[in-house]
DNA sequence: CGCCATAATATGTCGGAGTAAATCAGGAGA
DNA sequence: TCTCCTGATTTACTCCGACATATTATGGCG
C-alpha cells in the first residue's frame, strides 16, 4: 500500500490485443476486466496485504483514470472472488487469504502472474497427487469409449511435440484433463483448472532444471493402458507413480531457487 | 425462461435481516449481492438453461426494478464465478456447466438454495470420500497443539448438543474444518467449504431418515485419536470409515428419493 | 462517566448520454 | 449463383453527476 499503484494502463482503453479474432486471450478484454486483473495480480502479489483498506472509490478511480462505474464493476469482480470486501463509510478492505477463492481459475491466473508463490505451488501439488490417483481409479471403473478415445488423442499429441512446446504442455495438460472427466464427477472436473495449473508448473520447472531427466510417455501410457482395461488399483498406482515423480521433480527444481 | 421471472423483490430495498449485527446473515446484504443470488439460484435451478441468453440490459433491469448499474454489477459477479458471459450485440449467455465455479461457496449455495440435485450431492460426497481421508493422513503428520485442541473443542461441541440441532451440525463441520487446516495446505483449506457443504447435507439427509443409525462420537474420536497421536496410517483409516459410513447413509436416504 | 442524538463521510443506487464492437443485411464482383 | 466486402443496426461498455443509505465519529445531555 503506502502511497500509490505503479499505475500502468493509463489511459489506454482498450490494448487491442494483437490485430483481430481474440487470439492471444489477453488478460482482460474489458476494461472493468482489465482493472480486476490488475488489482487482482497488486492483491495476489502481496502489494496489498489482508488488511489493508483501499483507498475511497472516487479517489482511487481518478488515480487510476477510470470512471467510478467500472471501478465499482471491477471491485464487484474482486468481491465475488473473495479477495476483498467494502462497507460503507469503512471503505474496501482486502480480506484474510482464508477467505480468498484460491480454486478459481482467474484467481489462480493471478497468483501465477509474477513469481509464484513457492509454498502454494507445493500446496497445489500436494492436492493434486491426492486427487489423481483417485481420480484415476475411477476413471478406470467408469470411463467411455469416448473418454479413452480422448486420452489416446492427447498422449498422441504428448509424442508428436515434446513438452518443450506449449503443443506438447497444452497436451500433457488434456490428458489429465481427460481423465477427470471420465469419472463422470462434476466436482472433479471443476478442479481440473487448479490441477492444471499444477502440471502446467510442473513442466514449467522441469523447463528450468533444463534436465527432462525422465521420459515421460512411457509413465503416462502406463496410466492410459490400465484405466482402458479398467483396472482401478493398477490405474491408481500408475498415477501415484507419475505424480510422485513429478512432486520430486518440482521439489528438487524449487530448493534450488524460486528465481 | 420463457416469459418472465417471477419478480420477488420488487421494490424491497433492504430486508433489514433481522435487527443488527448481522446475525442471520441473509442471502445478499446489498441490491446487487441480492440481485446475484436471484439469478445465480435462477441459473443454478434451471431456470436458465446453459446457451440460453438472457433479456438486454435495458429492458431486464427495468422488468426486475433496479438500475442498470445495479443490474451490470450483479452479472459481473455472475461472470466472475463463470455461470455468464456477455458480448456486445450477443447479449449475456448463460454458460455450459463446465464453466461454472462449482466449488465457489456462494455457488454451492445457490445450488443448495431449492431442492439441491442428487447427483452432484453424490459427487461433492465423492470428492469429500477422496480428501477427507487424505487429508487426516497429513493432519497426523503436521499437527500443532493448537489443532488439536480446536478437534477436542468441536468434538466437545458434538457431544453437547446432537445433530438433531444447528449447533451440533455446525461443530461438526467445525471438526472437519480443523483437520483440513491442520495439514497446512492452504489449498486444502480452500476446499472446507465444499466439503462444508458436503457435510453439512450428510446430516440433513440423516436427519430426513430419522434414523440416526449410529452415534457419530466414537467415530470422530477415532479420527482425533489418531491425529493427536501422529498415527497417519491410523488416521486415514479412521476418516475412511467416518466417510464411507456418511456416503452409505446418504447414499440410501437419496434412493428413498429427493423430495 | 455513560448514553443517545446529530452530523460527516464513503459506499450504494439511480438515470441518462455517448462510445465501441459484433452481427446481420445488402450490394459489388467473380 | 456464390463469395467477399461494406455499411447499418443492435447491444454491451463506459462515463458522468446526482441522490439515498448506512456506518462511524462527534458532541451534547442525563
Redesign the pocket.
Known sequence: MTDAVPDKLSDQ??P?EGA?G?ATRGPGR????ALAHKLGTAILSGQYAPGDV?P???AFAEEL??????Y??A?QVLTAKGLVA???????KVLPRERWNLLDPEVLAWAFAGEPDVAFVRDLFELRSIIEPAAARLAALRRSKEDVRLMREALAAMRRHTLTTEAGRAADRDFHDAILRATGNHAMVVLSASIGAAVHWTTQFKQRTRELPRNPIPDHARVLDAIAAGDADAAAEAMGVLVDLALEDTRSSMERGPG
Chains 1, 2 share one sequence.
Open positions: 482503453r482498450n487491442a483481430k481474440g474489458r476494461l472493468h476486466g483501499l475511497g472509490e472516487v483514470k477510470v470512471s467510478r462505474s467500472a465499482r464493476e471491485i467494502s462497507r460503507p463509510k469503512a471503505g474496501t
